[in-house]
């Protein structure tokens, strides 16, 4: 699976979109973006998925840019309770591995 | 559908003494992985299952630890003997099968219990 950077954190006032960048310049063409959250004392919790189209869910857009090598992460109207750690994983949608846990991005969400 | 189902949610414990963590999860998922976490070390997995069967246990960390799925709605991790450093919140997630129905979500997509804290003094 294609290695993932993000940066270590981040922060966005309520109400406000929030883009959560991730760098995976590596992916390889069969390869998915995958995004996961942990808020505080609880199990990470899925978002969303892509290949290469752009895709939203009543949680967030997902962006991917033409050449697949960076994505964005939307919230667009972030709350207190968005605050979290966010997960950028790449890999086969298929494969029979684990999904492989980065340090993610600690969003913070401000009043 | 209740989600996966841990427990205990929380477990405090004497060096030496035996641990075990339950875990029950969602029905029809074939895959069933154990992480622990640690604020060193992350997210880790430890071992995971498909269809009851140990697939791949080369992150549990030694012979102290051990992990069974007698049958499908429900699986075991085992400690014995329990270290202080084996304190951590260890999760439990299960997932759809390659060819279930929730394909059109994606077939990577685990759904994580909340999690045991355990703590070995």
């Known amino acids: 699976d294609a290695k993932t950077t993000q940066p270590p954190s981040m922060d966005c006032a309520e109400g406000r979109a929030a883009n959560l960048p991730c760098n995976h310049s590596t992916i390889s063409g069969n390869e998915y973006v995958y995004w996961y959250r942990q808020i505080h004392s609880q199990g990470p919790q899925y978002i969303i998925h892509?290949?290469?189209n752009n895709e939203t869910n009543e949680m967030a857009s997902l962006i991917i840019t033409e050449d697949r090598k960076s994505s964005t992460l939307i919230l667009p109207h972030a709350t207190l309770r968005d605050t979290a750690v966010y997960y950028c994983?790449?890999?086969?949608?298929?494969?029979?591995?684990?999904?492989?846990f980065g340090k993610g991005t600690r969003l913070s969400v401000i009043a | 559908d209740a989600g996966v189902i841990q427990s205990p949610r929380h477990e405090v414990t004497e060096m030496g003494q035996e641990v075990t963590l339950r875990c029950k999860p969602i029905s029809g998922h074939d895959y069933l992985f154990w992480y622990r976490q640690t604020m060193m070390r992350g997210l880790e997995l430890l071992i995971y299952?498909?269809?009851?069967?140990?697939?791949?246990d080369s992150g549990m960390p030694e012979d102290r630890f051990s992990a069974k799925m007698p049958n499908a709605s429900f699986s075991t991790l085992k400690i014995q003997p329990s270290e202080p450093r084996d304190s951590a919140v260890y999760f439990c997630?299960?997932?759809?099968?390659?060819?279930?129905?929730?394909?059109?979500?994606?077939?990577?997509?685990?759904?994580f219990g909340p999690g045991t804290r355990l703590t070995v003094l």
């Open positions: 997630a299960s997932r759809p099968g390659r060819y279930s129905l929730a394909k059109k979500k994606g077939t990577d997509t685990q759904y």
């Open positions: 994983i790449v890999r086969v949608a298929t494969g029979n591995t684990p999904l492989v």
């Open positions: 299952f498909n269809n009851n069967v140990p697939i791949d």
């Open positions: 892509g290949l290469k």
